[in-house]
């Protein structure tokens, strides 16, 4: 562990890192552009010059490894100029359009200059050299090559990530613009790490600019549920609504990126199809009910059959989909409140998904098929239990977030399922099974959730709550807790942390670990091991 | 003096092969296979204190023990013939009329290094240069100078040329090898150096056309000759470029140390000013470095180490020569707008930086400058210096650096007058038009 020693500070760094790392291990910023972690080092924006004792030129950071007894100094006199003097060269060309720009509010020009430079132009407007503005270079992504400040963090991305090159530099000195090559556009399923990696106005994202100015965003780090990878995200959000996900990095999962689908998944669960209201079925429709009759009347259903044809009349199904709290809360409400062994799980993508890649696409679209597996529901899913129903040994059965007609079609799912006395529907979105629903429960969808998923490689990441279920829906814990409460007439502690506390004693996979304990990077629990199922 | 680099001039169709080896030509290619290890090769580079003629005067030989002993990956021989520095002409009469000689000083360097692939980088320019190149190169072949068991010795060597695509930084050795891979010209980030990582990846070494051209004499006839010409610190002949308001400008082989004051106006050499006028100032090195004062230019001599003395840099040896009428506002504008042109706009502070400086300059000229202005073009320079992946942006820097302050009543008359006092005075001569002998004197060649 070489010592070296910034602004007076000394650190024993890792061997390799470079000194934009090192100063940030010492709560040091070093301002830069180009530097990306995930990418090569360009050495361009010249942002990151350091004087290091002994060298008499200033050095970019970022390309310089930490050693033995290295000192650096980053808040020289002779570092301030340089700093201040690359803002006023990238700010010579810069529109400065701040006010009708996506990027006002995260900007790193806005930032850097206020935090390195507040110094007046001294550059005539009227020199600007003039660039393509609001290019749609495919994929979603717009383009600005004025705001530019040509770091080639992006080129770099589709250089070295996807390796697709669909983004060089063309031209020469001021004159250089970032384009795509003649008669081509950008066609990528990651697209879109591109806006975040840009750190100016230059790339933004059509469908999220001009919807809202960043501030007033609130941001909470949460997973994307669009496919077994499980990225982690952040969740930026004002009010209730959703506006974008934006991956958050873990070196487990995903490092720095996400796919463009993961990044739109959130649109499907907010909108006109977010059921609000527990309904119950009358007279050939949906009616609207409270949440204590709607409790009250599957309670009684549930009593009413088990009392009659035995506890093993009731079954459940539940999809990958749920958290791993959900499918653990579920499983064990009917051991513990109603007495069945019929919990079947499933984990179905319809035809045509995007199938595997070779970098984090997963074809299997639920975001935790590895947590309903090692709880053992895999092995008995949606064959079984329709066995058990078209044999008339199931009268009841309650889905969760689970879509049987979509997945079986009408007439198959009606010559299964047909002979059901009650069909309790708790899901977040409406679902086709939903219209053969004697009852439908709203709950809350994965981004107002605290709880988990595990990912194929068996990373368990923790979700948090972004804000509150819309209308009346419920987290499924509160759902499946008040049904017990009403069954068994026992308080039941249904915080995630608490059911997750169980599931770790329960489930042999899940052994030792905690919701809290997760981190920010999830932890893994063996795939091999699988835990009993019924 | 002998003429060394430039004998072409004295041994007519030097470039045939067979005019080449009758005059001793591959006879140090012979020695450094047959009677040298690789070892002594560069031992005598060093010895000879033989440093790079490509501006950065780095001495070769120690260049050449950076690279890798026993190195697991191939080992590159680069020949810089990307001769782009604005008054430099040296390499390309080199490579049309000498073309074997920079071809032995190749292949003795891949000896020394142990490298069995050398690449030539010609600027795209040089189309005639490179067709003479490789007729020579197809000799040397058939003569069994390139190949397989070149001579007989065991040692395998191919030769390519390679031409680029017509940008200044393709100079840049970095750059240069990004180019050659066929990638954009961008100058890279060091470290790595080329020695350890250079064409693709691998080690290399970069050396310009005349610091090759120099290796065969040096192993031909040894290092304590070689250091008999010239200074101790800086030794050898040197071709210097001498171009502007000179009677006889043109290519003369010089042994190194000569004096800058000789080389104007001695009657064999520059022959004095262009029309009898007075000297305003000179460029020692290529346009990119410190322009002299009349007064200074006159008192220096030209190797390296004096020309640092006395403020400025040898560079590449292309002296540009300009008399009192020339307007040092425009020059310094035409400098700058070459600069901008060229600059590839991979760093911030030359991408920016050389636009702003030529506005100002064009601005200045106008007589739309202000006094302001010409403190800023030293703020904007001192700011872009040393600041860059390459020395792009120092290579502006230094001119703007030295011309404001040498010249700094004139560039206040241009913001005074609001005009340039230059452009309406009869005796104008542009530091660009083409007022001035058609030809770089050639056939002049001449040596003390």
Avoid at chain 1, 115 to 140: M, V
Avoid at chain 1, 143 to 150: A, H, N, S, T, V
Avoid at chain 1, 364 to 391: C, F, S
Avoid at chain 1, 503 to 532: C, D, K, V, Y
């Amino acid at each position: 562990m070489p010592k070296v020693t910034i602004n007076g500070q000394q650190l024993d760094a890792p061997q390799g890192i470079n000194l934009i790392q090192a100063a940030e291990m010492l709560g040091i910023e070093i301002p830069h552009y180009c530097y990306h972690p995930g990418l090569s080092i360009a050495g361009n924006c010249r942002m990151c010059l350091v004087e290091l004792q002994g060298v008499p030129k200033l050095q970019i950071a970022c390309n310089t490894r930490v050693a033995e007894g290295m000192v650096v100094h980053t808040e020289s006199p002779r570092v301030k100029k340089a700093q201040a003097a690359v803002l006023e060269f990238l700010l010579l060309n810069h529109p400065i359009d701040c006010p009708v720009c996506d990027q006002a509010g995260e900007c790193k020009l806005q930032d850097y200059y206020m935090d390195y430079d507040r110094q007046p132009s001294r550059f005539p407007l009227g020199k600007k050299n003039k660039k393509g503005k609001a290019l749609d270079i495919g994929s979603g992504l717009m383009l600005d090559q004025e705001r530019c400040i040509l770091c080639a963090r992006c080129t770099r991305f589709f250089d070295e990530v996807t390796r697709t090159s669909e983004l060089a530099i063309f031209e020469r000195g001021d004159h250089c613009v970032v384009d795509t090559y003649p008669g081509r556009k950008v066609n990528n399923p990651y697209a879109l790490n591109v806006v975040d990696i840009c750190p100016v106005g230059a790339l933004t994202e059509k469908e999220f600019r001009f919807k809202m100015r960043v501030w007033y965003l609130h941001r909470t780090p949460s997973v994307c549920g669009a496919c077994a990878r499980g990225c982690s995200i952040d969740i930026d959000h004002h009010r209730g609504r959703i506006y974008r996900y934006k991956p958050r990095y873990n070196p487990n999962v995903n490092q720095w990126w996400m796919c463009d689908e993961g990044r739109h998944s959130f649109k499907l669960l907010q909108g006109e199809n977010r059921l609000l209201k527990p309904r119950y079925q009358a007279d050939g429709r949906l009616a609207t009910e409270g949440w204590d009759t709607a409790i009250a009347r599957a309670a009684e259903r549930i009593r009413g059959c088990a009392s009659q044809y035995g506890p093993n009349a009731i079954g459940a199904l539940v999809s990958a989909q749920a958290t791993n709290e959900e499918i653990f809360a579920l499983k064990r409400f009917m051991a513990r409140a109603v007495g069945s062994t019929v919990v079947g799980g499933v984990s179905w993508t319809p035809v045509g998904a995007s199938p595997d890649d070779n970098f984090l696409i997963r074809g299997d679209k639920n975001p935790n098929t590895a947590g309903l597996k090692a709880m053992g529901l895999l092995e008995n899913g949606l064959g079984w239990v329709a066995g058990l129903v078209r044999r008339g040994q199931i009268k009841v059965l309650i889905l969760l977030r689970c879509d049987p007609v979509r997945i079986l079609g009408e007439s198959e799912f009606m010559a299964w399922f047909g002979a059901l006395d009650h069909l309790i529907v708790l899901d977040c979105i409406a679902t086709q099974t939903m219209a053969f629903a004697n009852q439908v429960m709203p709950i809350a969808a994965y981004p107002e959730l605290d709880g988990s998923f595990t990912n194929f490689e068996g990373w368990v990441q923790r979700l948090r709550p972004a804000f509150d279920p819309p209308g009346e829906a419920r987290p499924a814990l509160e759902v499946i807790g008040a049904l017990e409460r009403e069954l068994l007439k026992v308080e039941w502690n249904y915080s995630a942390a608490s059911v997750f506390a169980e599931l770790a004693q329960a489930e042999p996979a899940f052994e030792g670990l905690t919701l809290e304990g997760l981190g920010a990077h999830g932890a893994r629990i063996a795939m091999s091991r699988n835990g009993s199922g019924p | 003096m002998e003429r060394i680099l430039s004998r072409w001039v004295d041994i007519p169709n030097l470039r045939d092969i067979e005019v080449y080896e009758a005059h001793g030509g591959y006879r140090a290619l012979r020695k450094a296979l047959f009677e040298m290890t690789p070892e002594e090769i560069i031992e005598e580079i060093k010895a000879s204190n033989l440093r790079g003629r490509g501006g950065a005067a780095f001495p070769t030989g120690v260049k050449w023990s950076f690279i890798p002993r026993n190195s697991e990956k191939p080992v590159y021989v680069v020949c810089n013939a990307d001769e782009s520095e604005p008054g430099t002409f040296a390499n390309r009469y080199q490579l049309e009329n000498d073309p074997h000689g920079v071809i032995e000083g190749v292949l003795i360097c891949c000896r020394a290094v142990n490298a069995h692939t050398a690449y030539i980088y010609l600027r795209g320019e040089f189309a005639l240069q490179k067709r003479r190149l490789d007729e020579a190169l197809a000799q040397a072949r058939a003569r069994g100078y390139i190949g397989r068991n070149i001579m007989g010795s065991n040692f395998d060597v191919e030769v390519y040329t390679h031409r680029g695509a017509g940008a200044y930084i393709c100079g840049e050795e970095t750059a240069l090898l990004e180019s050659l891979e066929g990638k954009r010209g961008y100058p890279r980030n060091r470290p790595p150096f080329p020695a350890t990582y250079g064409a693709f990846g691998c080690p290399t070494v970069v050396n310009n056309v005349e610091t090759l051209s120099n290796v065969p004499h040096i192993i031909a006839r040894g290092a304590q000759w070689y250091r008999s010409i010239g200074p101790e610190k800086s030794p050898g002949p040197k071709l210097f470029c001498l171009s502007g308001h000179v009677n006889r400008p043109g290519l003369y082989e010089l042994p190194m140390g000569f004096p800058l004051k000789d080389m104007i106006y001695r009657e064999d050499l520059g022959g004095g000013i262009l029309g009898g006028k007075k000297l305003k100032a000179v460029i020692p090195g290529g346009s990119s470095f410190p322009v002299f004062t009349a007064e200074e230019a006159l008192k220096v001599n030209m190797d390296f180490e004096s020309v640092r003395a006395a403020g400025s840099l040898m560079g590449t040896g292309g002296v540009i020569v300009m008399h009192e009428d020339t307007c040092m506002v425009d020059a310094l504008r035409t400098i700058a707008r070459f600069y901008h042109h060229e600059s590839c706009g991979q760093c911030t502070p030359c991408r920016e930086g050389c636009s702003w400086i030529e506005k100002l300059m064009i601005d200045l000229e106008e007589g739309r400058g202000t006094m302001e202005d010409l403190d800023r073009l030293i703020d904007i320079a001192s700011n872009m210096e040393g600041n860059t992946i390459c020395v792009l942006a120092d290579s502006l820097a230094m001119p703007v650096k030295s011309f404001v302050p040498k010249f700094r009543d004139e560039f206040e008359e241009h913001v005074r007058l609001k005009r340039c006092p230059f452009k309406f005075s009869a005796k104008f001569v542009s530091f660009t038009s083409s007022e001035r002998p058609s030809s770089h004197a050639v056939d002049g060649l001449s040596s003390s």
